[in-house]
């Protein structure tokens, strides 16, 4: 029986790509990405998807077309990266491709742009560098969820008009026909290859490509953005840089507190309920309330009082259990919270003492 994954890259616009992808199995899925800006034709940016879905799966990797031989070296290292991290759950595949030397002329820096925390601090300490802001549609907001994507959409045009960079719009199926149905963890693993698909797509416009940190050197761990593995999604034409791991959320938030183009279009929901921009219930919407706070920053886009009973009900992981942690001493010095939330996060954090055992012993089985 094969054991492949197959690509086959069908014929599309100048902004937009389109893949049909074969598992062993005989399913085919169709993946689209498009883009107010021209896109790179050649088969080079479905390499890191396919790779993490491969590695998954057990399937190795056939390309009907010739792939970068710098990217497919750099692959070699993911897979090193991936398989040391999840030794059970990844596993080392072959890729069947010609290899090819890939040029570029493009002289462009790109940011990913969510609008949230990290995107924001990226975006205005590296704006010297910075020539395009990219917002991706399909990756935190659903590819159906037209209401909230234009929502978000219209906020980034915004914020990049004022941070005076041009805003390059990405819509793609690579999460929800991809990622998602195979059963990729999106946090742990799949939305870095996704990031760099869309990042290498960017190739005729674009030499580097800034991917900003979700967490600091005190906080690293096995995450699908991170500095071991961005740079090695990296093809003859692209680099990958993974931004920032000085700063944890509280200094980044501290940073952007004094933008006004931050502190008026800041979007971190993840739960997003009702077509919400942000919930300011969630544990995200809740933390950065929280670094608000501590910085003394105020935010249009998350008014009011941080609520107790949601900050009770946070739900932390160990990393997210430090950074409060080290908020809620900063708070206690300076007295800027109220005692009954500042009850409440402690009791988040011990209640999170509970959750990571239980995650723990389950992961044994």
Known sequence: MNRSLTLHAEAASPNCISALIETPSGVEVRVTTESNYSLDHSVNSWLPPLLAAGMRHRWDVDFDAPVDSVALRNASKAQSVLRSWYPRRFHKISIAAERVHSVS???GVGCFFSGGVD???SAITQSERITHLIFVHGFDIHIDDEELASKALAGAREAAADLG???????TTVRSALGDPLQLEWGGVFHGPA????????????STVIIPSSYSYRQLHPWGSHPDLDPLWSSGAVAFEHHELEQ??????????????AMNHLRVCWENPDGSFNCGRCGKCTRTK??????????????GAIDEDAARRMKLMVWDRRQLRDGLAAMQKS???DAGVRKALRKAIRRSYFH??????RSRF
């Open 165 to 171: 960079k041009p805003l390059i719009e990405i819509k």
């Open 290 to 303: 929280v670094g608000l706070a501590l910085a003394g920053a105020e935010t249009v886009t998350l008014p």
């Open 119 to 121: 995107s924001f601090y």
């Open 105 to 107: 002329e493009a002289t």
């Open 248 to 261: 944890d959320r509280y200094g980044k938030i501290r940073r952007i507190g004094g933008n006004e183009t």
């Open 195 to 206: 990031l760099a698909h869309v990042g290498l797509a960017l190739s005729e416009h674009l």
């Open 335 to 337: 007295g800027t919270l």
């Open 356 to 361: 990571s055992a239980a995650l723990s012993l």
